[in-house]
């Protein structure tokens, strides 16, 4: 039986930045990495129960 580790932060960092093209702008970078980040922040809130239903 083999066991995956899964992606490390940093690995998952550069996975994003080598989808943006190649004339990307330092604040284009930061911005999807940013935006990423949320997504990601908000799917762990959902993981953990933080949520409110309407």
């Known amino acids: ?3 995956v580790d ?3 932060p940093r690995d ?3 996975a994003i930045l080598n ?3 190649a004339d990307s702008t330092y604040d284009d970078l930061l911005r999807e990495l ?3 980040r949320a997504i990601q922040r ?3 809130d959902v ?3 933080r949520i409110v239903s309407h």
């Open 1 to 3: 039986m083999s066991t």
């Open 6 to 8: 899964p992606p490390t």
């Open 12 to 14: 998952q960092m550069i």
């Open 19 to 21: 989808q943006q093209p």
């Open 34 to 36: 940013a935006c990423r």
């Open 42 to 44: 908000g799917l762990d």
């Open 47 to 49: 993981d953990a129960g």
